[in-house]
């Protein structure tokens, strides 16, 4: 495996971009001018999570979690070009995702391959959807949209709930927590988003 290279700046608070440099026994993170600012050793990963988490500012973004014994980081596709402007760099993203997964599958067979959100965030996440989702059903029956003409009204709140129902079973389906397998799975994580 070559080395794969992805650039990004998270947020202001960086003054360049920092680089991600993929090798097949290590993951390596430098600074703008070059520095090397950390290693982590593939064999040393017990966990990789990957998730599509979009956000308010950040619609597409994508998340590679790595855990190890002792420490945690996040990595996305999301780059920091200006208060409240990020540029979508899956592109170059995923085939630093794909290089990791793999790295960390020959390194570390017993490591875990995690896709979606952290289990107990996301019963708590599908609890609330439900619950608004419910208020809005029964806000919409109970409030009449077009006075004095019930089947457009009737029409018109149907056509509200049908229209938000894929969009609510499509998030569930994509953010459920999985394992997926590192071989045969990961495209097809990949394409949640």
Same mark, same amino acid.
């Given at each position: 495996?070559?080395?794969?290279?992805?650039?990004?700046?998270? $947020?202001?608070?960086?003054?360049?971009?920092?680089?991600?440099?993929?090798?097949?026994?290590?993951?390596?993170?430098?600074?703008?001018?070059?520095?090397?600012?950390?290693? &982590?050793?593939?064999?040393?990963?017990?966990?990789?999570?990957?998730?599509?988490?979009?956000?308010?500012?950040?619609?597409?973004?994508?998340?590679?979690?790595? $855990?190890?014994?002792? $420490?945690?980081?996040? +990595?996305?596709?999301?780059?920091?070009?200006?208060?409240?402007?990020?540029?979508?760099?899956?592109?170059?993203?995923?085939?630093? &995702?794909?290089? &990791?997964?793999?790295?960390?599958?020959?390194?570390?067979?017993?490591?875990?391959?995690?896709?979606?959100?952290?289990?107990?965030?996301?019963?708590?996440?599908?609890?609330?959807?439900?619950?608004?989702?419910?208020?809005?059903?029964?806000?919409?029956?109970? +409030?009449?949209?077009?006075?004095?003409?019930?089947?457009?009204?009737?029409?018109?709140?149907?056509?509200?709930?049908?229209?938000?129902?894929?969009? +609510?079973?499509?998030?569930?389906?994509?953010?459920?927590?999985?394992?997926?397998?590192?071989?045969?799975?990961?495209?097809?994580?990949? $394409?949640?988003?």
């Amino acid at each position: 495996m070559e080395e794969i290279e992805y650039r990004r700046r998270a $947020s202001i608070q960086e003054k360049g971009e920092t680089v991600w440099r993929a090798f097949p026994d290590r993951l390596e993170y430098h600074d703008a001018d070059g520095a090397l600012r950390g290693v &982590v050793p593939f064999d040393r990963v017990t966990r990789v999570r990957l998730a599509f988490a979009p956000g308010r500012l950040q619609q597409k973004r994508f998340l590679m979690e790595l $855990s190890g014994t002792r $420490s945690q980081f996040n +990595l996305s596709n999301m780059h920091f070009k200006g208060i409240a402007q990020f540029e979508d760099r899956t592109d170059t993203f995923f085939p630093l &995702v794909r290089a &990791v997964v793999a790295g960390v599958h020959a390194a570390n067979p017993n490591a875990s391959f995690r896709a979606g959100e952290k289990p107990a965030y996301y019963v708590f996440l599908l609890a609330f959807v439900l619950v608004v989702y419910a208020l809005l059903t029964l806000v919409l029956f109970t +409030l009449p949209v077009v006075p004095g003409n019930f089947t457009i009204s009737i029409l018109i709140k149907l056509g509200i709930i049908l229209v938000s129902l894929p969009l +609510l079973l499509a998030w569930g389906i994509h953010a459920r927590p999985r394992r997926f397998d590192p071989e045969t799975g990961l495209e097809a994580v990949l $394409s949640a988003r």
